[in-house]
């Protein structure tokens, strides 16, 4: 497969196993990323929390600008 | 002083006098809604600049200034929800963040066309595998357009479209469809099931 229609295979069908839902993502994201800043075993502590983050490029985005954001004012 | 709070965390002493100067009763809580609203708008800056694209400065900074007057509200209307599982900066930072991603999402599709009908063309474009690699290509991607058709219910059809192939912003199509991020990701997570167990069937997963 070309990597364009692997990518898209991957979207079409999602990450495996289970994951979290978007309002439970958010609600989750503040301590995932602390978790993630300290090192500190952060997908085994909030489990689904990276399956929902393939999945979903919004709450993705919002993960990536929080981690951006709290690691440039440490 | 706010005593709702969840007795699992020891909140540490920097959320612990956030909680207590946003209190209502506080005397320092209109310096204190000043000085978070600043960190609101310090956040939605920073995601404004990093996604704005083609956005000017002056309509960047009005959405991050819009960002940062809503997440406020949210913030102070959810205050009890802090369970001090992280700093509450850290907490308070995430509102700011979302309504400025969101906020840029909807303004770069302002006046894009969502195609909600693709029952007519092929559902799924192909990217032009290489002669060695055509069969299993064709043969993975005919199945999941067949499953697509097959298994799926129009509305799930037309989400998962929309936002695996076409790259329409689930916010966007929220917006579109008058529903919100969290409905249409379960609509997509009920179809991505459906094409899982339709593909394992045909043992292709």
Request: glycine content about 8%; hydrophobic content about 45%.
């Given at each position: 497969m070309t990597a364009f229609d692997r990518r898209l295979a991957g979207r079409l069908l999602g990450p495996e196993g289970p994951e979290l839902t978007c309002e439970q993502c958010f609600d989750q994201l503040d301590r995932y990323v602390e978790l993630e800043l300290s090192g500190d075993r952060a997908d085994?502590?909030?489990p689904g929390m990276r399956a929902h983050l393939e999945g979903c490029p919004a709450c993705d985005e919002d993960h990536a600008s929080l981690l951006a954001f709290v690691s440039a004012e440490r | 002083m706010l005593v709702t709070m969840s007795s699992v965390h020891l909140l540490d002493p920097e959320s612990q006098a956030w909680l207590d100067r946003l209190d209502p009763s506080s005397a320092e809580r209109d310096a204190a809604v000043a000085e978070l609203h600043a960190l609101?708008?310090?956040?939605a800056r920073f995601e404004v600049s990093r996604r704005r694209g083609s956005i000017g400065a002056a309509e960047g900074e009005d959405l991050a200034q819009q960002s940062a007057d809503d997440a406020l509200v949210a913030v102070l209307r959810r205050l009890r929800d802090f369970r001090g599982d992280s700093r509450f900066t850290t907490w308070?930072?995430?509102?700011?963040?979302?309504?400025?991603?969101v906020k840029v999402?909807?303004?770069?599709?302002?006046?894009?066309?969502v195609q909600l009908e693709?029952?007519?063309?092929?559902?799924?474009p192909r990217?032009?595998?290489?002669?060695?690699?055509e069969l299993e290509t064709a043969e993975l991607l005919a199945a999941l357009e067949e499953a697509m058709r097959r298994e799926l219910t129009p509305h799930?059809?037309?989400v998962l479209v929309a936002v695996a192939i076409q790259d329409v912003p689930i916010d966007v199509l929220a917006e579109r469809l008058d529903t919100t991020r969290g409905a249409l990701y379960k609509t997509i997570h009920a179809a991505r099931r459906k094409?899982?167990?339709?593909?394992?069937?045909r043992e292709m997963s």
């Open positions: 085994e502590q909030v | 609101l708008l310090k956040a308070a930072y995430k509102f700011a963040l979302l309504e400025a991603g999402r909807r303004r770069a599709w302002q006046g894009r066309e693709p029952e007519s063309w092929a559902l799924i990217g032009g595998a290489t002669p060695h690699e799930q059809r037309r094409l899982r167990a339709a593909l394992a069937a």
